[in-house]
């Protein structure tokens, strides 16, 4: 793909940043200077960002206001220089939930022997959780110069970056992957029990093992992950033009047929515009998998919402009303395309919502949850507790429960917040389970690490 505007288009739509550019030390012959050139790219993709994709990215104020900046900028962008005549280019597009999910160890020496380093891995994946949205492409980096060159080091591998890297190391401190660590831990991932959200073996795609030096009085160890939407696309610029990675249209094909009459077709249909209380009885009589297809209202809520209402009930204001008569969803909603109702609109990751929970439905409201991920124990009582249920769906298909589920949206409150609002939406048939119920049942509670 050689189309300038048609190539910068494509990357955009599908890729934020991080942006990695090695740029080669010797100057390409044309008209204008490749800074120039790269500048020009830099407007076009700043103009894309704005128009087609949802804003997440907020600038401080001061120490504790912030503003969404509507633009997706700033974005992270780093260069380097090496031999050659051409720019290379990596770009990732990292969300909050696998970005959230990168861990450093500080360990020492005695970790090197297989026993304690896989006990160490396999303790430490499990902490891991859904949030992420799996399966991962899992990293596991192994030494390190510095913290933050094993953290590094963690966000290459898991965009297989690194792939190159050679299989042994050396005297004077080579880097190398090591194939045979790679396939151990992929085989610890499969015994988890989590699986790809909802349980069974598919709780890794792939795993990357780097080893790095170190110096003699410490052993970092990180652990990283890119979820299984895996955001990333190379690109070149050269004498000859701008290059992308043709990135697969049919993955679909790598997939084995499935067995449809080995599928469960037991769904629970759901009036989500029943009274509260009348969707709480329902709810009750089914355990914690089951599966439900929800049709009626939803109000949508992350972050910035929860904050603000949380503000407003530590200065004795009520609960809004939208949040004790309907279950509450927390989701963002992408920019609406031509001619749909909604744009990418999924579930983002539950966890972040934990420490509001108990207030918030003493207060009756937040008795119906919906979003990603498993949660913690604090929730699991607040719902034996006041009675309420956490529902889980599945990451990843924003686009297609958009597209399927959602027939209006409208703002209730906050519009300032552009996609953090609090929106009003109309869905049918849409997928979820029973995660957490009243009774003090977790699904996920078998794999919950204290």
């Not at 990135?247 to 769904?267: A, C, R």
Request: proline share 5%; hydrophobic share 40%; aromatic share 10%.
């Amino acid at each position: 793909m050689q189309t300038w505007l048609l190539g910068w288009f494509y990357l955009v739509v599908r890729i934020l940043a991080p942006l990695y550019a090695w740029r080669k030390k010797a100057n390409l012959s044309g008209q204008m200077g490749m800074t120039q050139k790269l500048s020009r790219r830099v407007y076009i993709i700043h103009i894309l960002l704005v128009i087609f994709v949802t804003p997440k990215y907020v600038a401080a104020l001061d120490l504790f206001t912030e503003k969404n900046t509507g633009t997706n900028l700033p974005a992270q962008i780093e260069i380097y220089s090496t031999g050659g005549n051409e720019y290379n280019f990596l770009f990732i597009a990292k969300g909050g939930g696998s970005a959230n999910k990168t861990f450093l160890y500080q360990q020492t020496k005695a970790l090197l022997n297989p026993s304690s380093l896989y006990s160490f891995v396999n303790e430490k994946i499990k902490t891991l959780g859904t949030a992420a949205c799996p399966p991962y492409h899992l990293a596991v980096v192994i030494g390190g110069t510095s913290a933050e060159f094993t953290l590094k080091t963690v966000k290459l591998a898991s965009c297989k970056y690194l792939d190159h890297l050679p299989s042994t190391g050396n005297e004077h401190g080579r880097a190398f992957r090591d194939r045979e660590a790679e396939e151990k831990i992929l085989q610890l991932t499969q015994k988890v029990g989590i699986g790809a959200q909802f349980g069974g073996k598919y709780f890794c795609h792939d795993v990357r093992v780097i080893r790095l030096p170190r110096h003699g009085a410490s052993c970092p160890v990180g652990i990283g992950v890119s979820c299984s939407a895996d955001r990333q696309i190379l690109g070149r610029i050269t004498n000859d033009g701008v290059f992308l990675e043709q990135l697969e249209t049919d993955p679909s094909q790598y997939l084995p047929d499935p067995s449809f009459n080995q599928l469960p077709t037991d769904v629970v249909k759901v009036n989500l515009n029943l009274p509260i209380k009348e969707i709480l009885a329902e709810l009750s009589k089914y355990p914690i998998k089951t599966r439900l297809s929800l049709t009626g209202t939803l109000v949508v809520a992350r972050d910035i919402a929860h904050a603000k209402i949380k503000e407003r009930l530590d200065s004795g204001q009520p609960m809004p009303d939208y949040f004790c008569n309907h279950p509450v969803y927390y989701a963002g909603p992408a920019k609406t395309p031509m001619n749909y109702a909604s744009g990418s609109f999924g579930p983002t990751t539950a966890g972040r919502m934990d420490s509001y929970v108990d207030q918030f439905q003493q207060a009756g409201g937040s008795l119906i949850m919906l979003a990603k991920g498993n949660r913690s124990k604090a929730v699991t009582n607040a719902c034996k507790k006041h009675g309420g249920f956490y529902l889980g769906s599945i990451g990843g298909p924003a686009a297609i429960l958009a597209q399927n589920c959602i027939k209006k949206v409208e703002v209730l409150e906050y519009p300032e917040l552009g996609m953090e609002a609090i929106w009003r939406v109309e869905v049918v048939d849409f997928p979820a389970f029973i995660v957490v119920d009243d009774k003090g049942n977790d699904f996920f509670k078998e794999w919950q690490v204290e």
